[in-house]
Every structure is written in C-alpha cells, then in structure tokens.
C-alpha cells in the first residue's frame, strides 16, 4: 500500500522560508512525476509545483521565484522550500504522483501539513 506523508509546515511570519518534505512509501518513486498542491480553506486544491523524474521542474505563477522543488530518490522524497513566504500561502500542502496531467493524480492523499504565514 503506498503511503505519502509530507512534513515540515508551521506557522510563519511573513517574508519567512520553510521546507516541506513528502516521504512516498509502497512505490517506486524514482520512476514517478511527483507535484506539491495545497488547499486553502473554502478553496479548491491547486497544483504549486512538479517535477518530472528526470529533473524538469514546473512551478505556477504565483509562486515562481519564490519556491523550489526537488526531489531525492535514494530517499523517496519530494521536498518544497519556500522562501518570502507570504499570507497567501496560507494552507495545507499535500503531494502526489500525477501521469496524463497534473490533476490526474496516482495515489491516495496524504494528511498533508499546514503551513500558516501571519501578516
């Protein structure tokens, strides 16, 4: 049974950085595109970053400049650091392995973890 846990979400002041990690247990990982998505309360879930299992990285706009994703495959885990973090980014942030699309996603949610930037 895979399992995804991500990691690393706290509360922060705006302008801070974190890192999230997501450990994928159960699959083989290297093999993977794995994104980072996050849901704010009373919106829907949206896609923040991927990367493709060769490295290619994509990242929507409003956080482009602002995060990096990466990935470790000895370690089967996707990570996202986050710097000038700001309230907007206020949320819980899952990740997932996706095929066709980034939406087409391969695995059950995690319980994902939640980031909070105070103003």
């Known amino acids: 049974q895979v399992r995804l846990v991500e990691s690393g979400g706290a509360l922060v002041q705006a302008g801070g950085s974190l890192r999230l990690s997501c450990v994928v247990s159960g699959a083989i990982f290297k093999a993977r595109k794995m994104a980072w998505y996050r849901q704010a309360p009373g919106k829907q879930r949206e896609l923040v970053a991927s990367i493709t299992s060769t490295g290619t990285t994509n990242y929507v706009d409003s956080v482009k400049g602002r995060v990096t994703i990466s990935r470790d495959n000895g370690l089967s885990t996707v990570y996202l650091q986050m710097y000038s973090l700001k309230p907007e980014d206020t949320a819980v942030y899952y990740c997932?392995?996706?095929?066709?699309?980034?939406?087409?996603?391969?695995?059950?949610w995690g319980p994902g973890t939640q980031v909070t930037v105070s103003s």
């Open positions: 997932n392995a996706y095929t066709v699309d980034f939406y087409t996603t391969m695995f059950s």
